[in-house]
């Protein structure tokens, strides 16, 4: 069976890879889990949870459709949405099959310092902010806020199979489910 996740970010391809792999080797079913460039078609720092989940489904989409013979299409997104005062930042992943069903999958909540909001406020990514708070240009792509601000309690990739896994749920129980 071929997974094709819509992004290169190897945190977002390791941990589907970490989620599917898992739960299919686990039932005799090989697993390959490939790559693929997709864009969101959401600004580059989205927020707002409708904006976060659009641009998880666009990726979904165009993963699915991008590698042949793939059996799902997976888009991960990470944005911000704010909540009575409180913004946190969520992930979610959007899985597609061939047969159009969707399932959808969010992670857990963190909220960020005000003076990182007030720079994404003047328009700047978080993970530009987090790249010069923490001197790793790579940051997103490795332990990511999550990592830094958690003191390694919680990485990127830990975050992220969480909103893969949550997604699964329904296709590891579908009798409960409408398709």
């Known amino acids: ?28 079913i090989s697993c390959t ?3 693929c460039e997709a864009d969101s078609n959401v600004p580059p720092q989205p927020i707002g949870l409708e904006t976060i989940f659009d641009g998880a489904r666009n990726r979904a989409c165009h993963a699915l459709e991008s590698v042949e013979g793939a ?13 009575r005062g409180v913004s946190l930042d969520v ?5 597609f099959d061939t047969d159009g069903w969707m399932t959808v999958g969010h992670s857990g909540g963190f909220a960020y310092p005000p003076s990182v909001l007030s720079e994404v406020e003047k328009g700047h990514e978080i993970g530009d902010i987090f790249a010069t708070l923490s001197g790793n240009e790579n940051i997103k792509r490795e332990q990511g806020a999550i990592g830094m601000l958690s003191k390694g309690h919680i990485d990127r990739t830990a975050f992220t199979r969480h909103a893969v896994l949550m997604a699964m749920v329904p296709r590891l129980s579908p009798e409960l489910y409408d398709k």
Request: hydrophobic share 45%; with cysteine; glycine share 12%.
């Open 91 to 95: 992930q979610y992943c959007i899985i």
């Open 33 to 35: 889990v490939r790559a």
């Open 1 to 28: 069976m071929t997974v094709s996740v819509g992004s290169r970010n190897p945190v977002k391809v390791g941990a589907v890879s970490q989620v599917m792999c898992e739960i299919f080797d686990a039932r005799g």
């Open 71 to 83: 059996t799902y299409g997976i888009g991960i997104e990470a944005g911000i949405y704010a909540v």
